[in-house]
């Protein structure tokens, strides 16, 4: 596989010599950008906030067609567009391993690259090893949560670090960045306090995910217990009856009355373990992770705060 990606490497930066890495119509305006590319989602967006109304800079985002991070595979044309960066922002997760090969082929040595796990150094966390929760085939020591955009302490440590990165290139343009990351941040700080107040207000402290468990750090940010059928985005796709059985006891020992689940899901997990809990009237719940924003979504106006707040209204109403 390392050879192939390989293979696709070298034969993209060949058709950006031959191809001038672009189409007749783009403008030497445009060749003059700052350009910006973001793998994901939260960073993308975070970027923007901070850039702003800045016109020296052009943001892409990579992963803009909805596909999950966990099964990406870089294009010819996402190799010659991240080569040709002037910055670029990706995760640094087991799912970035793709990335190494790709900043060795770059054209461009002068690329700040911004490796959003390095930036929370020791914030970074292991996956959760729960009691009940179904294992992976194949077990593999010291693998780090990779979500880290699901926490808005997160958000405001990265957002300094994309600020001060754009600086660097741009220092024309310091103060822009500089005024639209201290604003962001606010915002940020606030709808955080929002989130702490409701964990803090609710005599309920545990929340249960019939499915994967992304939420690592949204739910330790705010000292919340919690217990899920997978850890992080486990590749298994079915629980076991242990598995079910487990966490509908553990619903009926708390007295759970909202069973959690992430975008993407059919439901049909959290359906069976409520038809095993003693009431079976719980209520689904959905938090999005994130993790398959596409364009129309984005020019549908999506934002990272909006979905924050939305599972901050989502959580409110789990903690009842």
């Known amino acids: 596989m390392k050879k192939l990606l390989y293979l696709v490497l070298s034969l993209a930066l060949i058709l950006c010599l031959f191809s001038g890495c672009g189409s007749e119509e783009k403008t030497e305006a445009d060749d003059e950008k700052i350009k910006v590319v973001a793998t994901v989602f939260p960073a993308y967006d975070w970027a923007r906030e901070i850039i702003g109304n800045c016109d020296d800079v052009e943001l892409i985002l990579l992963l803009d067609n909805g596909v999950d991070m966990h099964s990406y595979q870089p294009s010819a044309d996402d190799i010659i567009t991240i080569s040709t960066c002037d910055m670029f922002i990706y995760v640094g997760g087991q799912s970035d391993s793709w990335v190494d090969d790709a900043l060795d082929q770059s054209q461009n040595k002068d690329m700040a690259v911004i490796n959003m796990m390095d930036v929370m ?16 085939e194949e077990e593999h020591d010291h693998e780090y949560d990779e979500h880290i955009w699901l926490s808005l302490k997160n958000a405001q440590v990265i957002c300094g670090a994309i600020s001060d990165g754009l600086a660097q290139i741009s220092p024309e343009n310091q103060k822009i960045f500089s005024e639209n990351c201290a604003a962001y941040d606010e915002k940020l700080s606030d709808l955080d306090s929002r989130y702490q107040a409701a964990a803090d207000s609710s005599s309920i402290k545990t929340l249960v995910f019939a499915d994967r468990f992304p939420f690592l750090y949204l739910t330790e940010d705010y000292g919340l217990d919690y217990y899920a059928a997978f850890e992080g985005c486990s590749a298994e796709t079915e629980a076991s009856f242990e598995t079910v059985a487990y966490l509908a006891s553990v619903v009926d020992d708390l007295n759970i009355k909202s069973i959690l689940i992430i975008d993407g899901s059919d439901g049909k997990l959290a359906e069976t373990i409520i038809s095993n809990t003693a009431e079976k009237n719980q209520q689904i719940l959905t938090l999005d992770s994130m993790q398959s924003v596409s364009s129309s979504d984005i020019e549908g106006g999506e934002t990272y ?7 901050l209204e989502v959580l409110e109403e789990a903690l009842k």
């Open 121 to 136: 150094g020791e914030s970074v966390r292991e996956e959760a090893h729960l009691p009940g929760i179904e294992q992976e």
């Open 305 to 311: 705060l909006d979905v924050m707040e939305g599972n």
